[in-house]
């Protein structure tokens, strides 16, 4: 069956409009705890996970999924707002058999989203996406649980404390972050008590931007997609490093001290470099999607090391890691997943590797962390009607094959759909700046008119 709710990365709508209304929200936790049950008929499934980020529709939201998992006999404990790999952490920590995180990612606050967590904190796997969507489509009232089945709905104490706890544990005790300015960026989203505090914990200097959320102001202006303003406060404060984290604290993004800023490609490279040069790399092989700069795979091939290709998506990254013993991956939006200590993108994480690795080698960032020259890529996005299924289209399919002609041994092409919104993502990348830009151009035009 088509997919009507599931994505790339959940469920993600606009807040208050199909299907991020309270009522779908109601009725997906409801076929979330049937589906788990079915899973798993003969073992309890009573708990569940629930967090948010700061938007101001996770009120709503919240409220609607804690009653659909109370009707069907689950617990559930409420976190408040925290970082997406929190309550992968916490779902594993907690023993329970679902997490929840309500959370539109890097999006704007009018948007908002579902992420669901199986009990060993991977996200949830395309089969029981599916199981969960067909639920959906059914009634589910004689699953309702009796009266004195009910269940209970408690908040937890400490959360970020626990979180910080976890993500510290990384760290040799022998660490600290001495010595090192840092700005962090927190997309006034989950992260933003939990970043500052540990980065000040492990004695870090630091400079906290994007801390005041107001529901309204999360990812406005700042964060992991809006590095602007870091860049400009690294530069102001003199740091030696900027942070940026999204919306939900699972991507990041960094700003060298020059005010450069550095992706997730770069990132990788420089923390995979790293464990191959400590002998704890596994697999020798990082693991990231279609999307990573060709340079990357250049850079890593020179030095005996595999880049294996998935999907977008951070839990095709995962899914990948575990099938062949590896234990780096990523995206270069900014997730990165490193699974000695985590079951999904995590940037906070992510950065207090990073600054390790700046404090034991007392190397300048932008040393550091520019490890390989990309080469050129372009992406663009073309946005259409929700009804229209551009790249069915014969026209898209022979601009596409063609575009692959003219860059074939030369560097790569990928259209694909987004898993979250009506946009089509066009990308090409090869020696040739020019050549990549009209190829990009045509391809885009093409699909725009195949768009009406």
Request: one cysteine or more; charged letters at 25%; proline letters at 3%.
């Amino acid at each position: 069956m088509s997919r009507t709710y599931f994505g790339t990365d959940g469920i993600r709508g606009r807040a208050n409009s199909f299907p991020m209304t309270a009522e779908v929200a109601l009725k997906v936790a409801m076929a979330t705890a049937i589906v788990l049950r079915d899973l798993h008929p003969k073992q309890p499934t009573d708990r569940v996970v629930l967090g948010k980020d700061t938007r101001l529709s996770c009120y709503m939201l919240e409220q609607a999924m804690t009653a659909g998992f109370l009707s069907m006999g689950m617990n559930v404990t409420l976190t408040g707002p925290v970082p997406t790999p929190g309550i992968a952490m916490l779902t594993r920590s907690l023993r329970a058999d679902i997490g929840v995180m309500i959370s539109a990612s890097h999006n704007a606050f009018q948007d908002n989203g579902i992420k669901l967590f199986g009990a060993d904190g991977c996200k949830l796997d395309d089969t029981i996406e599916k199981a969960i969507e067909e639920k959906l489509a059914s009634g589910m009232e004689e699953a309702l649980a009796l009266p004195a089945d009910l269940g209970k709905a408690a908040r937890l104490d400490d959360v970020l404390g626990r979180y910080a706890e976890s993500v510290k544990r990384s760290l040799p005790r022998s660490e600290d972050l001495s010595g090192l300015k840092v700005v962090v960026d927190c997309a006034n989203g989950a992260a933003y008590k939990v970043a500052p505090q540990t980065l000040w914990e492990l004695e870090a200097d630091v400079v906290s931007i994007g801390v005041e959320p107001n529901g309204r102001n999360i990812n406005d202006g700042y964060g992991a997609t809006a590095t602007q303003n870091l860049q400009k406060a690294v530069l102001e404060h003199n740091a030696d490093v900027g942070i940026a984290l999204d919306g939900d604290g699972d991507r990041l993004i960094m700003v060298d001290e020059l005010g450069n800023k550095i992706d997730g490609d770069q990132l990788m490279a420089a923390l995979t470099l790293s464990l191959h040069d400590e002998g704890a790399l596994s697999g020798g092989a990082l693991v990231a999607t279609v999307m990573s700069n060709l340079g990357l795979e250049r850079f890593l091939k020179s030095k005996g090391l595999d880049l294996v290709r998935t999907g977008v998506g951070d839990r095709y990254v995962m899914e990948a890691m575990k099938a062949g013993g590896y234990n780096i991956g990523g995206e270069q939006s900014g997730h990165i997943i490193l699974s000695d200590y985590g079951t999904t993108g995590d940037g906070l994480l992510a950065a207090l590797q990073i600054l390790a690795l700046l404090k034991r080698t007392g190397r300048k960032a932008s040393d550091v962390l520019s490890v390989f020259e990309p080469v050129p890529q372009l992406l663009r996005s073309v946005r259409f009607d929700g009804g229209v299924k551009p790249l069915d289209q014969a026209q898209v399919k022979d601009a596409i094959s063609k575009a692959e002609e003219t860059l074939a041994g030369e560097g790569r092409i990928l259209v694909r759909a987004s898993g979250t919104e009506p946009v089509i993502r066009v990308m090409a990348e090869g020696d040739d700046q020019n050549k990549v830009e009209t190829i990009v151009s045509d391809l885009c035009a093409v699909i725009e008119t195949a768009a009406v």
